[in-house]
T-cell receptor, first 116, second 113 residues
Framework: GENVEQHPSTLSVQEGDSAVIKCTYS??????FPWYKQELGKRPQLIID?????GEKKDQRIAVTLNKTAKHFSLHITETQPEDSAVYFC???????????????FGKGTKLSVKP | GAVVSQHPSWVICKSGTSVKIECRSL??????MFWYRQFPKQSLMLMAT?????????EQGVEKDKFLINHASLTLSTLTVTSAHPEDSSFYIC?????????FGPGTRLLVL
C-alpha cells in the first residue's frame, strides 16, 4: 500500500520568513495530495490540495508543488505569521480496490512554530 | 464546505465499559466514513472504513470485535469501543468525503480510567 514520509518533524521560523515542508509517497497510482493544518486539540483543516495533473497550486501565502516523477510534493508558506503555528500533515490518496473509494494515508506531521 | 459533527466531544469512563461515538455528516450524504485514532503528538492512523449498508473494512492490527462500527444511514456512523482499557485512551476522529475532499469531525477525546 501507500507510504508517506514527511520532513521535517519540527520547524521553527521567524515571523515573515518562509517555511517549506516536504513529503514523499510510494504509490505512483496516487493522484490526490491534500495538506491539513491541525491546531492543538482540534480537527485537521484542509488548507490546500493538488491533483496529479497539476504541478503547482497557489492560494495567497500558501502553495503546493508536485513532482510526479520523483513522487514528492511540498508545502510552501510565505510571510509566515504566528497564527500559522500548528501541526501540518500531508496526505496521499491511496486507491481503493473492489469498488471501494480508497482512503488518505497521512505523513507523520510537522510541528511549525513561528516566532514573533 | 461540508460539515461533519461528532458526539460526544470528550468522555471519561471506567475500564471495562463500552463507549459509543457518533459521527454525522450534517449537510451531505456519505456512503463512506472513516475512523481515525490519534495519540498525543502523533499522526492520524486510519482504523477502519465505514460503509453504509455493509460491513466496515478494518485496517491491519485493528480488532473488529473491539471497535464495532455501524453505518446505519447515509449521515450517521457509530464507533463503539467495547470493554475499554486505559490503552484505548486516545483522540478519535471521523471523516467523510464530499466532492472528493475529506472533511473531519471535531474529534472525541476518550479517557479510560
Amino acid at each position: 500500500g501507500e507510504n508517506v514520509e514527511q520532513h521535517p518533524s519540527t520547524l521553527s521560523v521567524q515571523e515573515g520568513d518562509s517555511a517549506v515542508i516536504k513529503c514523499t509517497y510510494s504509490d505512483s497510482a496516487s493522484n490526490y495530495f491534500p495538506w491539513y493544518k491541525q491546531e492543538l486539540g482540534k480537527r485537521p483543516q484542509l488548507i490546500i490540495d493538488i491533483r496529479s495533473n497539476v504541478g503547482e497550486k497557489k492560494d495567497q501565502r500558501i502553495a503546493v508543488t508536485l513532482n510526479k516523477t520523483a513522487k514528492h510534493f511540498s508545502l510552501h508558506i510565505t510571510e509566515t505569521q504566528p497564527e500559522d503555528s500548528a501541526v501540518y500533515f500531508c496526505a496521499a490518496h491511496q486507491r481503493g480496490y473492489g469498488g471501494s473509494q480508497g482512503n488518505l494515508i497521512f505523513g507523520k506531521g510537522t510541528k511549525l512554530s513561528v516566532k514573533p | 464546505g461540508a460539515v461533519v459533527s461528532q458526539h460526544p466531544s470528550w468522555v471519561i469512563c471506567k475500564s471495562g465499559t463500552s463507549v459509543k461515538i457518533e459521527c454525522r455528516s450534517l449537510d451531505f450524504q456519505a456512503t463512506t466514513m472513516f475512523w481515525y485514532r490519534q495519540f498525543p503528538k502523533q499522526s492520524l492512523m486510519l482504523m477502519a472504513t465505514s460503509n453504509e449498508g455493509s460491513k466496515a473494512t478494518y485496517e491491519q492490527g485493528v480488532e473488529k470485535d473491539k471497535f464495532l462500527i455501524n453505518h446505519a444511514s447515509l449521515t450517521l456512523s457509530t464507533l463503539t469501543v467495547t470493554s475499554a482499557h486505559p490503552e484505548d485512551s486516545s483522540f478519535y476522529i471521523c471523516s467523510a468525503t464530499y466532492l472528493e475532499t475529506q472533511y473531519f469531525g471535531p474529534g472525541t477525546r476518550l479517557l479510560v480510567l
